[in-house]
């Protein structure tokens, strides 16, 4: 993982925690996805599409069950 990602995970998970530990879930939310969209940064392209094309599939499996 480059440095430079290594070290905004970091910080949104100190932003995280100090939102939570104050309480303010809003803003611990906020922090949480950035983290998450960090991480997804990070991900293989590939891995990413193959996620989201099997999500859809669900999707549409459970639409149609309704």
């Known amino acids: 993982m480059p440095v430079d ?3 905004r ?4 998970a100190a932003a ?3 939102a939570q530990a104050r309480g303010d879930q809003g803003a611990a939310n906020e922090a949480w996805c950035s ?4 991480q997804d940064a990070l991900r293989d ?3 990413l599409l193959d996620e989201g094309v ?3 599939k669900v999707a549409i ?6």
């Not at 995970?9 to 949104?12: D, H, I, K």
């Open 5 to 7: 990602q290594h070290r």
């Open 9 to 12: 995970l970091e910080q949104a």
């Open 16 to 18: 995280a925690h100090a």
């Open 35 to 38: 983290y998450v969209l960090i």
């Open 45 to 47: 392209p590939q891995d």
């Open 54 to 56: 099997a999500l859809s």
């Open 61 to 66: 499996d459970l639409w149609l069950q309704r």
